[in-house]
């Protein structure tokens, strides 16, 4: 068992450019958690954008994926 929290870019996130991988390919999808995850039990799944400032490099808006399991 365990619980997992997770919180990541999604690929909106390039044009944003407010840190986060430059490449797409580089972010999380719901798809991409799904296939990773499968095997757990979901207890939430949330895609959104807010602002962030979490330092010089990444402040502005962002867009986030957010999952949290269990196994």
């Given at each position: 068992?365990?619980?997992l ?25 719901a ?17 959104y ?23």
């Amino acid at each position: 068992g365990g619980l997992l929290l997770l919180e990541g870019y999604t690929p909106k996130q390039v044009k944003y450019g407010t840190g986060g991988p430059k490449e797409p390919e580089n972010n999380y999808t719901a798809a991409l958690l799904e296939a990773a995850f499968g095997g757990f039990a979901r207890l939430e799944m949330a895609i959104y954008d807010v602002e962030l400032y979490e330092g010089a490099g990444h402040g502005g808006m962002s867009a986030l994926i957010d999952l949290v399991a269990v196994k």
